[in-house]
């Protein structure tokens, strides 16, 4: 079994190999509130993630669930929301991540999101 800072650490090196292959320049950094610093055109960007490594249950009667993360205290642009099991992400500007607790449908995590959101974020920083 993986402790919490193994699963944050497996996120954090999953979200940089993604990224980089969108053509964003990625640093790992130890820093309170950011994870990663990043370049995309000449930019740079901080990154929060937050991984999970399966969905929770909504409710027993149910099969469906939802994956949480804990998004307290935000001192970075973006979050990078990781679904280890299914290998995604999803990126979402800090400033419209508005809960302490975000839940994020498996549905959600589909490739074309994925995309979108680097994309979107590649696009902020022209």
């Known amino acids: ?44 960007f901080t990154v929060q993630v937050k991984a999970a490594t399966v969905p929770t249950r909504s409710n027993t009667h149910t099969q469906t669930g939802y994956y949480a993360y804990l998004t ?19 990126l979402r500007p800090a400033s419209n991540v508005i809960r302490s607790t975000v839940r994020i449908s498996p549905e959600e995590f589909t490739e074309a999101n994925q995309a979108q959101s ?9």
Not at 74 to 90: E, G, M, S
Not at 118 to 126: G, L, P, V
């Open 72 to 90: 307290r205290n935000p001192n970075a642009d973006y979050f990078c929301f990781v679904a280890l099991d299914i290998h995604r992400l999803l």
């Open 1 to 44: 079994m993986v402790d919490k800072s193994g699963i944050g650490r497996r996120g954090e090196f999953f979200a940089s190999y993604v990224l980089e292959t969108y053509g964003i320049e990625v640093h790992h950094v130890d820093r309170a509130g950011a994870d990663l610093w990043c370049k995309a055109d000449n930019k740079l």
């Open 118 to 126: 680097i994309t979107d974020a590649i696009d902020d920083q022209k």
